[in-house]
């Protein structure tokens, strides 16, 4: 099966979304992103974004690629929280180069044609540990994602900012 991507700028729920649809059962791959700030947090690591920008995403690329194998393989639906795209967008959005082996990536590992996309929602956005932008950079990441997914073909789907039920329900209602 292929898996279905949610993304969006940091603190717009997506990480909610993807806990609510795997409480319900569905596969979920998580973002890479925080999973390799909290590794790297622990080591003292240099693959941190403060640290190597380009380094952290050849990290979260990898992770991402690991994760769409996984889903490929799974039996029924696997949500994304972010995909391969998500690493090109990050990259721009930092005016890094996007090297070639990433961008062949993101055109032939492909994902469910329809990606939801979460919207800058400030009431909701908050600051941590991991996740340290502000919330015009949320702004900024999800204007570079919502650049990114269709120039690699992929339709965008505005979430609403809704509950978490709400969201899960209009995720599954043009999904499942």
């Known amino acids: 099966m292929t898996g279905v991507v949610i993304t969006g700028g940091p603190g717009s729920g997506k990480t909610s979304l993807i806990e609510a649809l795997a409480n319900l059962g569905y596969g979920v791959e998580p973002e890479a992103g925080r ?12 693959a941190l974004p403060w640290r190597d920008r380009t380094l952290f995403a050849q990290r979260m690329f990898e992770h991402d690629i690991e994760a769409h194998d996984r889903s490929r393989l799974a039996d029924g639906v696997v949500f994304h929280d972010r995909g391969l795209p998500d ?18 990536a993101a055109r ?11 919207p800058p929602w400030p009431e909701i956005f908050g600051q941590d540990a991991e996740r340290r932008q502000d919330f015009n950079e949320a702004k900024r990441t ?4 919502a650049m990114v997914y269709p120039r690699y073909g992929y339709r965008l789907v505005e979430m609403p900012k809704a509950t978490v039920a709400e969201r899960v329900a209009f995720v599954l209602d043009q999904i499942v």
Do not use: K, W
């Not at 990050?90 to 996007?98: A, D, F, K």
């Not at 032939?108 to 979460?118: D, E, G, M, S």
């Not at 999800?142 to 994602?145: D, H, L, N, Q, S």
């Open 35 to 46: 999973a390799i700030i909290r590794r790297q947090q622990s080591v003292n690591g240099p």
């Open 108 to 118: 032939t590992l492909r994902y469910h044609p329809t990606v939801f996309i979460a």
């Open 87 to 104: 690493v090109i967008g990050y990259l721009t959005l930092c005016g890094l180069q996007v090297p070639d082996h990433m961008s062949e």
């Open 142 to 145: 999800y204007e570079a994602m």
